[in-house]
């Protein structure tokens, strides 16, 4: 068994983007791609030269051999990864935009990794990893994948690892907001780092700013939150600071989709590193930007000399401007 440093696991499926704009029902031509925020998470960490782990259920079928393939090219670990027979894996449809956030369809009721139950865990797997990253997804696909789920976290926390947490809401696929809320809030707890949008935040927490977003949750035993304000940057908060993050300017948005998952590479990258937590947010706004100027979820993550690249261009241009401004 490879080691690895990061361990997350979910649902990938299939993604069909629409080559030209339109809705979704007048499109004819379609690319494939890898779509899933727990991968596009690991896939983030694997290109900035992490170790990590994705674990799920895929189906027996052409569109979970894409998703394997697609994986073991970005680097990413999928030793506890089952092959379904009897039930297949999840699809999507997504929309080209010129403006505001692509239209999604999905196909993924009854999916095989939707079938993943708490018998199927292999702790050893888990437990070799330094670091767990959740999100909110897996806890709305099934009572068996959340079984699996809460499973996962309480063994990892046991175990003294650092987890990170990032609610990614679909009420389409809860029952009822009040489930919604009660059952992601009550895994948010146990993280160590709680990486909320401001709109989830608000959802989750009935509050509209971000100080009192983050207070919600470090008075319920959460370290360091994180709320992600889009083009805002990010608002940090633990019991040493409260800081807001400057985000990064952005010339062309393409696709919003995945710059939330690639803030949470950026984050848990600088945190693997012992960064001071400005350091990682400031690395996950850069990613973040990065990401909603490609189109697909994930195709905008850097390297890390890219990355680095692409901080330093930025910085040059604000003292430039700083300084011409003078």
């Known amino acids: 068994m490879t080691t690895i440093e990061v361990v997350t696991f979910g649902e990938a499926m299939s993604m069909f983007m629409a080559k030209t704009p339109g809705p979704l029902h007048e499109v004819t031509e379609f690319t494939q791609a ?14 900035l030269g992490f170790k990590s782990g994705w674990a799920s259920k895929v189906g027996k079928d052409a569109f979970g051999a894409f998703i394997l393939a697609a994986l073991a090219r970005e680097g990413v670990n999928t030793d506890h990864v089952w092959m379904e027979e009897q039930y297949p894996t999840g699809f999507q449809f997504k929309s080209k935009v010129t403006e ?7 196909h993924r009721k009854g999916s095989a990794a939707s079938r993943l139950t708490e018998e199927e865990m292999n702790p050893d797997y888990f437990l070799q990893a330094r670091h767990l ?7 709305a696909l099934s009572l068996k994948m959340r079984a699996f789920s809460l499973s996962i976290l309480s063994t990892m926390k046991k175990a ?6 990032d609610p990614n809401l679909r009420p389409s696929l809860w029952a009822s907001a009040e489930e919604m809320i009660g059952v992601t809030n009550e895994a948010a707890y146990q993280a160590d780092i709680v990486l909320p949008g401001i709109e989830e935040g608000e959802q989750l927490t009935g509050y509209t700013k971000p100080d009192k977003i983050a207070d919600f ?18 608002y940090i908060k633990t019991a040493a600071q ?9 010339e062309q948005i393409v696709d919003t989709v995945g710059a939330g ?15 001071p ?37 930025f910085e040059k241009e604000v003292a430039y401007n700083e300084n011409t401004a003078r």
Do not use: W
């Open 34 to 47: 890898l779509a899933g925020a727990e991968t596009n998470t690991a896939i983030g960490l694997a290109r």
């Open 100 to 106: 505001g956030d692509p239209h999604v369809q999905y």
């Open 133 to 139: 990253h959740m999100t909110g997804i897996p806890l």
């Open 160 to 165: 003294g690892k650092t987890i990170s947490f």
């Open 217 to 234: 949750y470090r008075k319920r035993g959460v370290p360091c939150v994180i709320v992600k304000l889009g083009s805002e940057g990010a």
């Open 242 to 250: 409260e800081a807001v993050v400057p985000g990064y300017k952005v």
């Open 261 to 275: 998952d690639g803030f949470a590479a950026g984050v848990i990258g600088g945190l693997l590193e012992g960064l």
């Open 277 to 313: 937590i400005e350091e990682c947010a400031r690395r996950g706004n850069a990613i973040g930007a990065m990401a909603v100027g490609h189109a697909g979820d994930h195709e905008g993550y850097p390297d890390r000399l890219t990355l680095a690249r692409f901080m330093n261009k």
